[in-house]
């Protein structure tokens, strides 16, 4: 229930700000002269950014309010707390619902751009085509050890979508990444046991090799999205 529950908790942080608030009166206009309207303007800018990650886009402000105002003074409320219960029940399975044909229609679309990507990607001189269907170019080959699919390995990587969006990178953050390559995504544990210490790759990951339609939360990566990762293997640790 965990719309339920980021509705009650909002709701509670907000009790003592709206309290000193003009209750006759709400607007998009901000007023951020004091340390309280900061705060306010914060709490009500993650709520109403949470709902929205949520798929909460038809909000009716005037009952959104008088429910609000009515929770503020300890009013009788129109419904019932189990028919409220209910009602976010039911709206949170519908909203679920929702939420997953969107999913599917979004993978299905970018799987598609995906291919058309991957049989035109397929086609270049330097590019190699495994059997799982994973893409992957040698930029530099290395001289080193390879690893295994148990392998802990030490990389520098930077991960970007078709558009040429980058989603993250290790070069960003100036830091190298260090894990065990049985936790990460297929196209990862196959691709750099074709690496030896040293060389660095381009490879092009389908989904279903990547994330599929369950891509990590908050991250620019869509369901059914190809992922092109550069890495450079730096170290085998654990062989």
């Known amino acids: 229930m965990r719309l339920i ?30 340390k309280a309207d900061s705060v306010s303007y914060s709490l009500g800018f993650f709520y109403g950014n949470g709902l929205s990650t949520e798929g909460v886009d038809d909000i009716e402000m005037k009952n959104f309010i008088a429910g609000m105002l009515q929770g503020l003074e300890r009013q009788d409320p129109a419904l019932d707390e189990m028919q409220m219960q209910q009602v976010l029940q039911q709206f949170q399975q519908e909203l679920q619902a929702s939420q997953a044909e969107r999913r599917e ?7 598609e751009e995906a291919q058309r ?37 030490e990389v520098h990587y930077r991960g970007t979508l078709i558009d040429g969006e980058e989603f993250d990178s290790s070069y960003e953050r100036n830091q190298t990444a260090t894990f065990p390559l049985n936790r990460v995504i297929p196209g990862w544990t196959e691709g750099l046991q074709l690496m030896s ?43």
């Not at 229609?105 to 799987?111: P, S, V």
Request: aromatic share 10%.
């Open 5 to 34: 529950t980021y509705f009650v908790l909002m709701s509670t942080a907000l009790l003592f700000l709206f309290s000193s608030c003009d209750r006759a009166e709400y607007s998009s206009s901000e007023n951020l002269a004091t």
């Open 105 to 111: 229609l979004d993978a299905a679309a970018n799987i």
């Open 117 to 153: 990507f991957l049989e035109e990607n397929a086609e270049r001189d330097d590019v190699m085509v495994t059997e799982s269907g994973l893409q992957y170019r040698v930029i530099e080959e290395g001289t080193g050890a390879s690893p295994t699919a148990e392998s802990e390995v």
């Open 197 to 239: 210490e040293g060389a660095t790759f381009e490879f092009f990951i389908p989904s279903e090799l990547g994330y599929g339609n369950n891509p990590p939360p908050g991250s620019p990566i869509q369901p059914g999205s190809l992922l092109i990762f550069e890495v450079e293997l730096i170290n085998v640790i654990t062989e």
